[in-house]
C-alpha cells in the first residue's frame, strides 16, 4: 500500500491555496480502490452512476442505499487514506431535511466516508446546511444532474444561455453558504465554470467535462478505460483501452478452451504416481 498520509480537508485546501490541481476519480470496487490508491488519487468519489457502469440500468434512479452502502464499504478497504465521497442516491434526501441528515448519516458510521455529495442547487440548500450542522462535510452538484435528466431535457450542456448560467451561478454561491466545502459542475461551459470559480470563498470547485480551471478535475473511471459500453461522454479521454485488452483476453480464453489448448500442464495440479495407485486399489 501508499505510505501516504491521510487525505483530509486540509489537504485538499492546501492543494487550492498551492494551484495544484485535485485529481477525482469515481470507483466502485476493492480491486479498483487499491488501485486509485496506489496511483496517489486525492478523491475518489463512489457515484450513483454505479447503477450504470456496475448494475447495467440506463439511468442512476434505481440505486439504493443498501447499493451504495455496500460498494462504499468494498472501495474504502481498497483505499484506506484517499478523501472518500459517497454519493446520495435518488430520494435519500429530496423529501426532508432529516431523510437527508440520516442517510448521509449511514454513509459516514457504514462505510467510513469522508464527505457526501448530493445533486440540485438553490432548493437543496437546507439540506446542505442541515447535514453540514450535523457535523457531516459536504458537496453539492450543479449542471449536469443525472438524477434530474429528465426535467433537464437530457444529456446536454446546461448553462449555455445567460439567464440559465446566471442560475448556476446563484445556486453555486447558494451551496457555498449554506456550508458545501465543495461543488462539482457538471457539463457546464469553460469560462462558466472558470467564473464561478474566482468568484468562490472557502469553497472547492471540481470540473467534470467543464473546463480547466476548476481547482480539480472528475472523470468517470469506466469512461477512461473504454469499459462502458453504451457510449463515450465527450469529456471523457480514454487514458487506457481496457475494455478492448479485456475483450481480446476473453475471446483467446474461448478459442483455447474450444481448441483444447487451454489448459496446459502449468495450469493445473498434478498427483504422486503412487498415492496414485493406492487411490484405485483403495477404490
Known sequence: MTDRKKVTLPTLFKKVADGVPITWLTCYDYPTAYLQEQAGIDMILVGDSLGMTMLGYDSTLPVTMADMIRHTQAVRRGAPTAFLVGDMPYMTYQSSVETAILNAGRFMAEASCDAIKLEGGAAMANRIRGIVEAGIPAIGHLGLTPQSVAALGGFRVQGKSAELAKKIVEDAKALEKA??????????????????????????????????????????????????PKFKPKMAKVFGNAGEVILNGLKGYAAEVTGKTFPQPENWFGMPDEEYNDLLRLL
Open 179 to 228: 456550508g458545501a466545502f465543495a461543488i462539482l459542475l457538471e457539463m457546464v461551459p469553460d469560462r462558466l465554470c472558470k467564473l464561478i470559480t474566482a468568484r468562490a470563498e472557502n469553497c472547492i470547485i471540481m470540473s467534470l467535462g467543464s473546463g480547466p480551471d476548476a481547482h480539480g478535475q472528475l472523470l468517470i473511471y469506466h469512461d477512461m478505460f473504454g469499459l462502458y
